[in-house]
């Protein structure tokens, strides 16, 4: 186990996971994409004492669930869609952020090997 980051141990193509991204997030879209908003307001996350880990594209659906286990205290077993509700919201994020992370990968490569075509091109005319 933890062998795979072999697979990133170049660190010109390999994109830095606190950074931006670098290229156009249209790129490769030729109908666009879909816009994330985020739903729940920096109000609203501030009156749900929300801490700053938790204010994310899921932060509604937390609110939400907490609420629902402060109506229902002991019988915690009512919250279970809500809580449901939440966890998916999360591993979906998860999943985006990794499909991003691998598409700014790829385009780093591509543009790493399109130069070192173009370079080849110059020495070799």
Partial sequence: MGNAWGLYSDPAGTPHPEKNPSFDPLYGFPNGRKERVMIATQAEMESAKLPLEDRDYCAHLLIKYRACRA??????YKCEHEK???????????????KEFERERRL???KKRIEARSRQEAIGA
């Avoid at 109506?71 to 915690?76: E, H, I, N, S």
């Fill in 71 to 76: 109506d229902v205290a002991p019988w915690l």
């Fill in 84 to 98: 449901h509700e939440y966890l998916t919201c999360q591993y979906e994020d998860y999943v985006l952020r990794m």
């Fill in 108 to 110: 780093l490569q591509r």
